[in-house]
């Protein structure tokens, strides 16, 4: 017996919308369900069907962020993943996640990430169908309300038969081919691919959607999905109790020896030998790091800012400490307070305690921050001047 090849399939994922019912105050994608955003939940369940490419369509500044979120939710897995900036209409925005598919790509899913909770069984469902010939698929759920058609008074005009209705949803599967050429074709802006699709003279088959792939579209949609993630949280989501605020411990060591002047608590301090380390060897700033991201449950320092990050490489607190911010938030969260003890012979804290406290809470977007500072009796080698401990707690609030 032989086995037919794995299916090649890539998912654009659209999240270029701004979330107008919603008003969630950031663009749709972004907003939290349970610490994490949207478009986590989403990329979950796009991941685990195992696409050959994944293309994010964002909103533009959003890139970044949304990186981001795509390496959380791959949770440590290796997933080709490609961002790119959409446009004013949905259909601009499939448009733009088309334009860097691969060429080997044959089969290319559409999918909505404000449909967050669509599970993987969905997407192979729809790909199993254009296996089969289709060329193109939709999920869809049988219509469960009675449908009136209403005219512009308000007044109902016929009753509509439900059995010949169905919701459609996404992720919605298509030869590559057939959905370039009715884009290209197209005179009129249509809500889904598929609508698309049909009007370019294809046929359109249909296969069972889920209940769970509901499209997020206004406030009860957006409570009706947390609670959902509160009954059922996926393994490595910190739910239900991630509405509440977490805390997060965090340390660091470093030792004297680097090149230049010494950068602590966000600070520059002339004269003083400067600490050793990828980056400025700013122990206080990378405790605090690893603090918030422990208490937010999205790793640790390594996670987000190793070797593989040259952008960091000669970084200061500032960029450490905003680009945690930005991921906190990216999740859902924002911090609380930060406190943080510095184990030091030098440099002296006392004169700049403060500045340090203003230094490091102005790139954590204004958060409050203490800093606190003591030698260790001359025990250690903190105590014989060899380099210096930091540790720090976080408390994060969602958003
Ligand atoms: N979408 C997109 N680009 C647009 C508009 C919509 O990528 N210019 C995406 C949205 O991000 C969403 C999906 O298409 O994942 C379905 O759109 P919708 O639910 O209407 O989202 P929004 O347009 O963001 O919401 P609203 O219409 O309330 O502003
Ligand atoms: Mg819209």
């Given at each position: 017996m032989t086995h037919a090849p794995d299916p090649r399939f890539a998912v654009i994922v659209v999240a270029a919308g701004s979330g107008t019912r919603l008003r969630g105050g950031v663009p749709k994608a972004f907003v939290a369900l349970d610490g994490r955003s949207i478009l986590h939940h989403a990329l979950r369940g796009v991941f685990q069907a195992r696409p050959e490419q994944v293309?994010?369509?964002?909103?533009?500044?959003?890139?970044?962020?949304?990186?981001?979120?795509?390496?959380?939710?791959?949770?440590?897995?290796?997933r080709p993943v490609e961002v790119v900036v959409g446009g004013t209409t949905r259909q601009e925005s499939v448009a733009?996640?088309?334009?860097?598919?691969?060429?080997?790509?044959?089969?290319?899913?559409?999918?909505?990430?404000?449909?967050?909770?669509?599970?993987?069984?969905?997407?192979?469902?729809?790909?199993?169908?254009?296996?089969?010939?289709?060329?193109?698929?939709?999920?869809?759920?049988?219509?469960?309300?009675?449908?009136?058609?209403?005219?512009?008074?308000?007044?109902?005009?016929?009753?509509?038969?439900?059995?010949?209705?169905?919701?459609?949803?996404?992720?919605?599967?298509?030869?590559?081919q057939v959905l370039r050429a009715a884009l290209s074709a197209v005179d009129a802006d249509h809500t889904d691919d598929a609508a698309l699709v049909a009007a370019a003279g294809h046929d359109v088959a249909v296969v069972d959607g889920d209940a769970v792939a509901f499209k997020?579209?206004?406030?009860?949609?957006?409570?009706?999905?947390?609670?959902?993630?509160?009954?059922?949280?996926?393994?490595?989501?910190?739910?239900?109790?991630a509405l509440a605020p977490r805390v997060g411990i965090g340390t660091d060591v470093h030792g004297f020896g680097g090149e230049g002047t010494l950068w602590l608590a966000g600070?520059?301090?002339?004269?003083?030998?400067?600490?050793?380390?990828?980056?400025?060897?700013?122990?206080?700033?990378?405790?605090?790091?690893?603090?918030?991201?422990?208490?937010?449950?999205?790793?640790?320092?390594?996670?987000?800012?190793?070797?593989?990050r040259p952008e960091f490489a000669g970084a200061h607190a500032e960029a450490f400490l905003a680009h945690t911010a930005e991921l906190l938030r990216a999740a859902g969260w924002r911090v609380g307070n930060v406190s943080v003890q510095v184990q030091a012979n030098r440099p002296r804290f006392a004169a700049r305690?403060?500045?340090?406290?203003?230094a490091l809470s102005a790139a954590l977007g204004g958060a409050a921050?203490?800093?606190?500072?003591?030698?260790?009796?001359?025990?250690?080698?903190?105590?014989?001047?060899?380099?210096?401990?930091?540790?720090?707690?976080?408390?994060v609030l969602p958003l």
């Open positions: 293309v994010i369509v964002v909103p533009a500044d959003h890139e970044a962020q949304a990186s981001d979120i795509a390496r959380d939710a791959a949770d440590g897995e290796p733009a996640g088309l334009a860097v598919l691969r060429d080997d790509i044959a089969t290319v899913l559409i999918h909505d990430a404000a449909r967050a909770l669509t599970p993987a069984a969905v997407f192979e469902r729809v790909v199993a169908r254009v296996e089969a010939g289709a060329v193109a698929v939709i999920p869809a759920v049988p219509v469960v309300d009675t449908i009136k058609r209403v005219d512009a008074s308000g007044r109902v005009v016929a009753a509509v038969d439900r059995s010949e209705l169905a919701a459609a949803q996404t992720p919605q599967a298509f030869r590559v997020i579209t206004t406030t009860p949609d957006l409570e009706r999905a947390r609670a959902l993630l509160a009954l059922a949280p996926p393994a490595s989501v910190p739910s239900p109790t600070l520059e301090w002339p004269g003083e030998q400067a600490l050793s380390g990828h980056s400025d060897g700013d122990a206080v700033a990378h405790a605090i790091v690893d603090a918030l991201l422990a208490a937010a449950g999205l790793g640790d320092i390594g996670t987000h800012f190793g070797t593989d305690r403060v500045e340090a406290e203003r921050v203490s800093v606190s500072a003591t030698t260790t009796d001359g025990l250690g080698f903190t105590g014989r001047t060899e380099g210096v401990a930091a540790f720090a707690t976080a408390l």
